[in-house]
Structures are given as structure tokens and as C-alpha cells.
Nanobody, 123 residues
């Protein structure tokens, strides 16, 4: 059974950094697509970034461009989200998702989801 497990969330002050990890079991990230999403209270879940591991292509939401970086460690089968210059508006539950061979446009189309890790940024 495929499992995605996020870790690395926590509480930081504005301007700080966190690195989130997404580790997979029974699923190999290499060759597939991995995405990070976030959902703040009373808001829709939004896509933060995707990495298409076949060619390394990445896409970022405008709100995080230049601050967040997604990367893949093939040996550890883990995807990271480095988040710098965090702001209170980045406060949300962060989820990783994976899909076989493609990066779906619709959030409901992803094959697998983790349980999330909470990020809280105080001003």
C-alpha cells in the first residue's frame, strides 16, 4: 500500500525557514510527478509546487516563487520543500501528493496523498 509521509513542519517567525520532507513507501518518486499543496483554515487547498521527476521540470505558485524550492533525493526516495522567507500567509497544512507519470492540473486527480504537516508562521 502506497504511503506518503510528510515531516518538518513547525512554528517559525516571519522571515524564517523550514524544510519539509515527503517520504514514500511502496512508491518510487523517480519517473513520476510529486506536488506540494497547502490548505489554510477556511480556504481551498492550493497547489504550491510540482516537480516532474522525469526531466526535473518544476512549477511554482506565484506566491512562493523565489522563496520555495522543491527537490528530489532519489537515494532516499524523498522530496523536499525548502521554504525561505516565510510569511504569516504561508501558514497552512502542507500536503505532498504523487501521481504516476503526470502532473494533474486538478487537485482531485492526484493518485496519492500524505496526511499533511502543519506550518505556522508568526509575525
Amino acid at each position: 500500500q502506497v504511503q506518503l509521509v510528510e515531516s518538518g513542519g513547525g512554528s517559525v517567525q516571519a522571515g524564517g525557514s523550514l524544510r519539509l520532507s515527503c517520504a514514500a513507501s511502496e512508491f518510487t518518486f523517480s519517473g513520476n510527478c510529486v506536488g506540494w499543496f497547502r490548505q489554510a483554515p477556511r480556504k481551498e487547498r492550493e497547489k504550491v509546487t510540482t516537480i516532474y521527476t522525469r526531466n526535473g521540470d518544476t512549477v511554482y505558485a506565484d506566491s512562493v516563487k523565489g522563496r520555495f524550492t522543491v527537490s528530489l533525493d532519489n537515494y532516499k526516495n524523498t522530496v523536499y520543500l525548502q521554504m525561505n522567507s516565510l510569511q504569516p500567509e504561508d501558514t497552512a497544512m502542507y500536503y505532498c501528493a504523487a501521481d504516476v507519470l503526470r502532473c494533474p492540473l486538478g487537485r482531485d486527480l492526484w493518485d496519492y496523498w500524505g496526511q499533511g504537516t502543519q506550518v505556522t508562521v508568526s509575525s
